[in-house]
């Protein structure tokens, strides 16, 4: 064995371990050590498409013992696997639980489009809206199929997302108890809901995790019942929808919506109080958590009081306490498989540079102190990069979201669509910022070659080196697929994906591979422009007395450069929150520009600062900007393609 080789071995195969280890340990949280079995299936439909579910299974139900069961649908951009917190600790009460892939979702192959839409938009339903069909799609969220408001049928097909389907198979398990049943959802999933329990009404129970409540003169309330029902509201809710339109959860409770609608009360309610009879199906509760939109989907609080909740309208005596809780270890747990994944990359990196082939990739980082920026100029320019990417990503995005008139049969992706338009500005500002600095402006004035940028090699600073460009990205390639192989062995042996709560990297299935290609060049250019010639080449640093120093400060002050807009668009959206006035981007403009984006921040924010800690490695290892940014560039389209919504 070679002795150059010898450390970054170690250090991979230990990765390797402690990764194999807590996905493992994942798995045996995930069946609660045996007590539950845990099964991946699918459901063909006549088209040759597929609705996929995950079945939780308590070991107390068989057929001679049927058990009762829930169904439980995620929320917009999430897939199965973002309910199992839930599913988890109702099969740990003896519960079976389903959690659906909703369309356009996970691994369920029928697009989003299938829901249906309308062009009215809720509450204002004089009103039309206009545009691209995804954005009819994004406006009607709120509409469902059995709503008695005119024209509501003229494109809305499934509100329930085939939850429909999926209820009707469960009900048919023979472990099952069919008389003792029930549905959940979270945000997009509460409307699937109300869907399902409108066509089954001898459901016992509804739990709507971030749901909109509906008023009684929408459907036919004489003949529609809809049996116990919890809603679990954060407190900072960034959807106006699920806060009845307003800003903050202030005086909600006063509402008559809230107190007679829901509750059937004649005054105003309390948060935290059961209303109603389980017996009559009159029960009804609103928990409202301290956390927010997305994190409900883990709340301790919003757990304990859903298994309470079921355990109540099934009518079956408590196993174990509510408090008694596993659910975030699976999560922790394969959040460190994931954190060892990433860092595995790192080692074989250093292995791989060190081999024959791949050895011209690597070069000394340009040492040339004339082309270095002072740090007075270094934080003008982070400066000027924070504050364009703060003004454009709330509104950017979503024009994107909805409104770029882009062919929707090629890019399905609907969150993606926005996240694209606001990298290719980006990308074209920087690169325009770039040319004149480079060319004319004091780039040019202080002799910045190529090589300074980490496009070219010192031995021939002013031209490109295609070779190793080409080596370099099949380098990015070959460490990302080792990434892909890990987690495809985990779905399949443990039915586990690299995720953390929400879904970040897992096995692509139906077309979602192609999407990949279509979005990648996107997130390329992104990533090659702003995440590598601009912040490694325009911004590069001189380095530190050690190289962990220089690892550590160069990746925190590319955080600050990459993020630092999207923290200050962060802090506009939730000091408001927390000084209970409501969600900051909704009181500044409108609605239309809080919501998905907003709520987005909780996932793009943490995946970025792990992105470039692997992308300033990179850069430091090799001295070119390829590896790192094609190896993000890749990651950061796999996590959109892999598991974000499609039309």
Not at 254 to 272: K, M, V
Not at 298 to 310: K, L, N, P, Q, R
Not at 436 to 464: C, I, M, Q, S
Not at 500 to 506: A, T
């Amino acid at each position: 064995m070679k002795k150059s080789i010898k450390k970054p071995l170690i250090v991979f195969l230990a990765c390797l371990l402690i990764m194999i280890a807590a996905m493992s340990l994942a798995y045996a949280f995930q069946i609660d050590f045996g007590k539950i079995d845990v099964s991946i299936w699918q459901i063909e439909t006549d088209n040759g498409e597929v609705i996929t579910y995950k079945l939780y299974v308590p070991d107390s139900a068989t057929a001679d013992n049927p058990s009762p069961a829930v169904l439980l649908i995620h929320g917009y951009q999430n897939d199965k696997d973002t309910s199992g917190a839930y599913a988890l600790e109702l099969a740990r009460r003896g519960i079976v639980a389903m959690c659906l892939d909703a369309y356009g979702h996970g691994d369920t192959t029928i697009g989003m489009v299938s829901r249906g839409y309308t062009s009215h938009k809720i509450p204002k339903w004089e009103a039309t809206v206009k545009g691209p069909e995804r954005f009819l799609l994004m406006m009607s969220f709120s509409t469902l199929d059995f709503y008695t408001l005119p024209d509501v049928a003229e494109s809305n097909m499934d509100s329930s997302m085939g939850g429909r389907i999926a209820y009707s198979l469960l009900k048919e398990m023979p472990f099952v108890d069919s008389d003792n049943m029930g549905v959940a959802g979270h945000s997009m999933g509460t409307y699937a809901a109300w869907s399902i329990a409108e066509t089954f009404q001898d459901h016992k129970a509804v739990l709507l995790e971030c749901g909109e409540l509906i008023p009684e003169e929408y459907y036919d309330s004489e003949n529609i019942e809809f049996h116990n029902v919890l809603l679990l509201q954060a407190k900072y809710e960034e959807f106006t929808a699920f806060c009845d339109y307003t800003h903050s959860t202030s005086g909600l409770m006063d509402t008559e919506l809230r107190y007679h609608d829901f509750a059937g009360q004649d005054s105003p309610i309390s948060w935290n109080t059961t209303y109603g009879d389980f017996y009559d199906g009159t029960a009804r509760r609103i928990q409202l958590l301290n956390i927010n939109h997305r994190l409900v989907t883990i709340s301790h609080e919003g757990m304990a009081t859903t298994v309470e909740w079921f355990e109540k309208a099934f009518d079956i005596d408590p196993l174990i306490s509510s408090d008694n809780q596993i659910a975030i270890y699976k999560e922790l747990l394969i959040f460190i498989g994931l954190l060892a994944a990433l860092i595995s990359m790192l080692p074989l990196l250093v292995i791989l540079i060190r081999t024959k082939f791949f050895a011209d990739v690597s070069q000394k980082i340009p040492n040339h102190p004339k082309t270095l920026m002072t740090k007075k100029k270094w934080w003008k320019a982070a400066l000027v990069a924070i504050i364009i990417s703060a003004v454009t990503y709330p509104f950017i995005t979503q024009l994107g979201h909805g409104l770029v008139p882009v062919p929707e049969n090629i890019f399905k992706m609907t969150v993606g669509n926005g996240i694209i338009t606001w990298f290719f500005l980006l990308a074209v500002i920087a690169f325009f910022m770039l040319r004149y600095w480079f060319k004319r402006g004091e780039g040019k004035e202080t002799g910045v070659t190529l090589n300074d940028l980490g496009l070219a090699d010192e031995n021939k600073p002013d031209k490109l080196p295609w070779k190793i460009i080409g080596k370099s990205v099949l380098l990015a390639f070959i460490l990302v697929l080792s990434i892909y192989v890990y987690v495809t062995i985990f779905s399949i042996i443990f039915g586990l994906d690299f995720r953390f709560i929400w879904p970040l990297l897992r096995p692509f299935s139906g077309s979602r591979g192609w999407q990949f290609l279509v979005y990648l060049p996107f997130y390329l250019l992104f990533f090659l422009v702003n995440g590598g010639v601009k912040l490694y080449g325009q911004m590069r640093q001189s380095e530190l007395s050690s190289p962990a120093k220089t690892q550590l400060v160069w990746w925190l002050r590319s955080i600050v450069v990459m993020l630092g807009g999207l923290f200050i668009i962060a802090l506009i959206e939730y000091i408001p929150f927390f000084a209970g006035i409501g969600a900051g981007m909704d009181i500044l403009f409108t609605s239309t520009f809080g919501g998905p984006f907003i709520s987005y921040l909780i996932v793009i924010i943490p995946q970025f600062i792990l992105f470039f800690f692997l992308s300033t490695y990179a850069y430091r290892k090799t001295g070119y900007v390829y590896v790192g940014s094609v190896i993000l560039a890749i990651l950061g389209s796999w996590a959109l393609t892999a598991s974000s919504s499609f039309m």
